[in-house]
């Protein structure tokens, strides 16, 4: 049985490897948890963004797009932009220069190409993942390094939370179905 408890173990967190790899840690069950828990906060601090004149430029942009407007698009948005910062923030490859060292500018440029924006401008880019950037540092969850880099920081509490989110899924994984009692022995698959 035990042996059965760490198949799936592993299994489970094979897949969520994988899916990181292949899509960015914002698209595992770690990285949406993340964005289940921060969605309203960031959502708070977008309205409160919207209404200052600084920003009118990229929300017009985010309008053109279809990106933001109706509390649909706007939710879509949220979520998008939640993915695309933890992936951004937890991941390895991504804002990086040609050195492969992670910086503000490429990961805000990054960001700013993968927000659905249809005006392709590297300026404009530039500057809505640099707001992008400064939106998700007002959350808890990520910080700033020295090199102005976004980041999670693996905090005590974010680590048991996240600990929680794996033991969870590998809990409730449909591989594994454990019985009550010992089963009986298979002595009469011939006779039916």
Known sequence: MQDDIEHSRNRWLDQEELRTKLTGFGT??????????????IAKLLDADR??????????????????????????????????????????????DDD???????????????????????????????WALDRLNGLPVFARDEEDVLTIPLTPGLDEFLNAVVEAGIRNDAFLFPLGQQPEPWTRLGSV
């Open 100 to 130: 492969g060292i992670k910086n503000f500018r490429d990961q805000a440029i990054w960001l700013g190409q993968h927000l659905g924006l249809r005006r392709s401008q590297r300026a404009l880019e530039f500057r809505a993942g640099a």
């Open 28 to 41: 595992n069950r770690q990285g949406r948890a993340i964005l289940r828990k921060y969605r309203d906060p």
């Open 51 to 96: 209404r200052h004149p600084r920003n009118r430029e990229i929300w017009r942009a985010l309008k053109d797009a279809d990106l933001v407007g109706e509390q649909a698009q706007t939710a879509l948005f949220i979520d998008r932009l939640l993915t695309m910062g933890i992936t951004a923030a937890a991941g390895y490859g991504i804002g990086v």
